[in-house]
């Protein structure tokens, strides 16, 4: 079965720390992987796309990496900020064209 | 340019009604995707268009759910007889041609609540 998880499913952290988010994927035969920011009445926006071939991918603030082998990714936030906040949503696309979703990680950023 | 728009952003709805569910896709994007979160868990696939071609309908949840889309224009996911595990937000996305390896563009959502 194919499944992303993400952990943890809440973190708090004060303003300018740097923060990890992970997610994890069951079968190594993805195609690519993105890490997507939900905020309220907003939908989603896509952060940073990671392609299969590829080890990390970086914007910004915002560095991703990805690990087939043990079938992880990490989201790194540099020097948080308040606007931040938001739920991030980590989405496997598997080789036979299936797109999953992480449950999601809410972040909150305290002034 | 405007993004992908949904309507409307919240419904509560009594349990058994039927609920119309719409989707503006960005201009000239030829698929569109439906999603549903419920709380706490992930994004779960639908249902997509892609042009004229028939829709893929294998992440309907049951024979309740429908969506039909003209064209590359506007979409509509109907419900009926709605339940309260029905109750979620319901997402909606465009992109330029069919493949989720494609970036998709989301809309907000709309909120579903069934009583």
């Known amino acids: 079965k194919q499944e992303v998880t993400q952990i943890p499913a809440a973190l708090s952290v004060p303003e300018g720390e740097n923060l990890v988010l992970n997610c994890s994927f069951t079968?190594?035969?993805?195609?690519?992987l993105q890490w997507f920011r939900q905020d309220p009445g907003k939908g989603l926006t896509s952060l940073l796309l990671?392609?299969?071939?590829?080890r990390e991918q970086t914007s910004g603030r915002l560095n991703a990496s990805l690990d087939k082998s043990s079938g992880r990714s990490t989201l790194y936030i540099a020097a948080s900020q308040p606007g931040d906040s938001a739920t991030y949503l980590c989405?496997?696309?598997?080789?036979?064209?299936?797109?999953?979703f992480g449950a999601g990680t809410r972040l909150t950023v305290k002034p | 340019g405007a993004g992908v728009s949904q309507s409307p952003s919240n419904k509560v709805t009594e349990k058994g009604k039927d609920v119309e569910l719409r989707c503006d896709p960005i201009s000239g994007h030829t698929a569109l995707y439906w999603y549903r979160q419920r709380l706490g868990q992930g994004l779960e696939f639908l249902i997509y268009f892609q042009g004229n071609s028939a829709p893929d309908k294998s992440g309907l949840p049951s024979d309740r759910f429908s969506a039909e889309r003209t064209g590359e224009s506007v979409s509509t996911l109907t419900i009926q007889r709605t339940q309260q595990e029905d109750s979620a937000v319901y997402l909606c996305a465009s992109s330029p041609l069919y493949s989720f390896s494609y970036e998709q563009y989301f809309g907000p959502g709309t909120r579903l609540t069934v009583t």
């Open positions: 079968d190594s035969a993805i195609y690519n």
């Open positions: 990671i392609q299969s071939s590829q």
């Open positions: 989405a496997v696309l598997y080789n036979n064209n299936d797109m999953r």
